[in-house]
């Protein structure tokens, strides 16, 4: 099994900045693309920001030049600048893992993490 585990969310005021993190673990043969949701009360889950193994980048329009993804596997990070109160969500990561050779890349997910924008 893999495991995605997400760490720094937490309130911050406008303008303000936070960074997460999510390192995967488990029983992993290769990771392809990894990235960061966001799920805000009565919206669906969009994808905020992914980068592949080789480091290509795709960023929702709605964040990009305020947010930053980068990886060090099996570490994923999203540097979030220039925070606004329309960032507000639960953050979600994602990694599309392969567990053995044999086996077809399948998406996993961490357990979130709020990110709270507010004066």
């Known amino acids: 099994q893999v495991q995605l585990v997400e760490s720094g969310g937490g309130l911050v005021q406008p303008g303000g900045s936070l960074r997460l993190s999510c390192a995967a673990s488990?029983?992993?043969?290769?990771?392809?693309?990894m990235g960061w949701y966001r799920q805000a009360p009565g919206k669906e889950r969009e994808l905020v920001a992914s980068i592949t193994s080789g480091g290509s980048t795709n960023y929702a329009d709605s964040v990009k030049g305020r947010f930053t993804v980068s990886r060090d596997n099996p570490t994923v990070y999203l540097q979030m600048n220039s925070l606004k109160p329309e960032d507000t969500a639960t953050y979600y990561c994602?990694?599309?893992?392969?567990?053995?050779?044999?086996?077809?890349?399948?998406?996993?997910w961490g357990q979130g993490t709020q990110v709270t924008v507010s004066s």
């Open positions: 488990g029983s992993i043969f290769s990771i392809t693309v």
């Open positions: 994602n990694a599309r893992v392969r567990t053995d050779w044999r086996t077809a890349a399948r998406d996993y």
